[in-house]
């Protein structure tokens, strides 16, 4: 169960255990109202950064949690939840979500440091796509659709975003193989620009 009084939202496990225990209901939920109405603020950013940043900072041996103080500062408590596993319940715990998306430097000197030099962000598509009986259908043509989508509707925005930050960061992307879309619009481009000239 999570910890409690944390200034962070129970809702993904409200939802989250409603689905497990009524998966049914799940079919009839709308995904995409989850995309909306979302708080991008830079204070609800930060807060997000500091609780991870302190996530499990000092945690001791496995037990009950017991609630860690840095510069007298609660550290925000870990996650824990059970599985079954060879018959019998297994304890497993949730690790820190940072460590897959961003560098070393997140919370490394302190649990308070919450400057990055390299971030990264992730989205999945699901599959099948319309059209397609299965994920495992025309696979390859499945991921030629997506990379289509993403250079069509990404490439270009993500472009402008770029150029607006050069001076700030380094930013790259990559959806499926919209790089080949990519190297066919630069070519097509050249070649046209020799004709005319």
């Not at 609630?67 to 820190?96: I, V």
């Not at 560098?103 to 990264?120: E, I």
């Not at 472009?159 to 499926?176: A, V």
Request: net charge negative; aromatic share 16%; glycine share 8%.
């Amino acid at each position: 169960l999570p910890s409690t009084n944390q200034n962070y939202t129970l809702y993904p496990t409200l939802s989250n255990g409603q689905n497990f225990l009524f998966p049914p209901a799940s079919m009839l939920l709308d995904g995409s109202v989850d995309l909306e109405n979302k708080d991008y603020s830079e204070e609800f950013v930060n807060e997000i950064l500091a609780y991870w940043a302190g996530y499990d900072q000092g945690h001791g041996p496995a037990g009950d949690y017991v609630r860690k103080y840095y510069n007298g500062q609660k550290m925000p408590a870990k996650f824990y939840y059970q599985r079954p596993l060879d018959g019998e319940l297994a304890n497993f715990s949730l690790a820190n979500l940072f460590g897959s998306i961003v560098d070393k430097n997140f919370a490394y000197d302190t649990p308070l440091d919450t400057d990055v030099n390299v971030a990264m962000s992730i989205f999945s598509f699901g599959l099948p796509l319309e059209g397609y009986s299965a994920a495992n259908d025309d696979t390859d043509e499945q991921q030629e659709e997506i990379s289509a989508w993403c250079f069509d509707e990404l490439h270009d925005m993500f472009t402008e975003f770029k150029n607006e930050h050069e001076d700030e960061m380094d930013f790259y992307w990559e959806c499926g193989s919209m790089s080949g879309f990519y190297s066919q619009s630069v070519l097509l481009s050249d070649g046209t620009f020799m004709v005319f000239t």
